[in-house]
């Protein structure tokens, strides 16, 4: 039973243009909501998180967007670039307050960045 | 040296042997945790410790014996793998929800 997916396993996108990347949850007990990325060979990198008391978060070209009545989050980088080209997962974490947030991972989403 | 860091980053290990993996974090972090990644799956989280304390152990099998001696330092001590163990192994440590990843290591096993 998987709480958390990405039903894309991967995303083609030109330099330049929009990358939109996809993430369904099922717990409605998930408050917090994080997006990594992953290079080969490197750990996830944090980029950008939004709280469930947010629709939207935006840092630099990456923004993510959350749904709560959808239980969909979604993150656009804008404009992509070659240097995006890596896996994004998606996890979400019902801690509240507290500070060991278990994150649920999705399978996550290999993004290309054509030049 | 800052961030998260695992040692070793590669290690080739037969079934009987015993070896440890090594996780530092510097970020002053209280929370400390084990993932096992592997091929086309989702990060799995294997063990939470919290202030030195094991909060966590997410049905992992015994061959996998967790170590937290203080709030800075993880280990993963592997006895009798098999291959199927065969992953990334990634730790993290986190102050709230964010948590921050270390580089890994590519365990084999043989």
């Known amino acids: 039973d998987q709480q958390v997916k990405q039903n894309s396993p991967s995303l083609s996108v030109q330099e330049g243009r929009i990358s939109i990347l996809n993430c369904d949850y099922t717990?409605?007990?998930?408050?917090?909501f994080l997006w990594y990325k992953k290079y080969p060979a490197e750990g996830p990198t944090f980029l950008i998180s939004i709280s469930s008391i947010k629709d939207k978060n935006e840092d630099g070209r990456f923004t993510v967007f959350l749904n709560k009545s959808a239980k969909h989050l979604s993150l656009h980088i804008v404009p992509s670039q070659p240097g995006d080209s890596a896996v994004y997962f998606c996890a979400a974490s019902a801690g509240g307050s507290s500070n060991t947030g278990k994150l649920i991972f999705g399978q996550g989403t290999t993004l290309q960045v054509k030049p | 040296e800052t961030g998260v860091t695992q040692t070793p980053r590669h290690l080739v290990m037969g079934m009987t042997n015993k070896k440890s993996l090594k996780c530092e974090q510097h970020?002053?972090?209280?929370?400390m945790y084990w993932y096992k990644q592997s091929a086309k799956k989702p990060l799995e989280l294997m063990f939470v410790?919290?202030?030195?304390?094991?909060?966590e152990n997410n049905s992992v099998p015994s061959r996998f014996s967790p170590e937290c001696p203080n709030s800075s330092h993880l280990f993963l001590h592997l006895h009798t793998l098999q291959p199927e163990d065969s992953a990334l192994y990634l730790c993290?440590?986190?102050?709230?929800?964010?948590?921050?990843f270390g580089p890994g290591t590519r365990l084999t096993v043989l």
């Open positions: 410790y919290n202030f030195k304390e094991q909060t």
């Open positions: 717990n409605s007990m998930f408050d917090y």
């Open positions: 993290a440590s986190s102050q709230g929800h964010t948590q921050y």
């Open positions: 970020l002053g972090h209280n929370a």
